[in-house]
């Protein structure tokens, strides 16, 4: 399995960014996606998942309201639209794959992971 994240960059509080991860590798149905984030000198934090069969979605009480996971099964990507970014948002996020459908926010539950993109906001 394979998970390739890309779209972090540089951006104003206020702005928006929207991440992919591209999974290969095998049919992902009963698979749970997420996305974890990472700032400096803290622990990997959930952000979100998403269901790859049923679509539902759960979200980290920080980013509710302002951040969107979805996937599209066709093209076996899964999307992180972030908006109205704040500056704690700030630090390097990671896709992961669960061979499980049920939900779990401990990153040591997952299988696999991607490499990482960084997104920092400014003030």
Known sequence: ??????????V???????LSCAASGRTFSRYTMSWFRQA????REFVAEVNWYSGITAYVD???????????????T?????????????GVYYCAAR?????????????Y??????VTVSS
């Open 1 to 10: 399995v394979q998970l390739q994240a890309f779209g972090g960059g540089f």
């Open 12 to 18: 104003q509080a206020g702005g928006s960014l929207r």
């Open 40 to 43: 400096p000198g803290k622990e």
């Open 62 to 76: 920080s980013v509710k309201g302002r951040f969107t996971i979805s996937r599209d099964t066709f093209k076996s």
């Open 78 to 90: 899964v999307y992180l639209q972030m908006n109205s970014l704040k500056p704690e948002d700030t």
């Open 99 to 111: 061979s499980s459908s049920t939900t779990s926010r401990a990153p040591e539950s997952y299988d």
């Open 113 to 118: 992971w991607g490499q990482g993109t960084q």
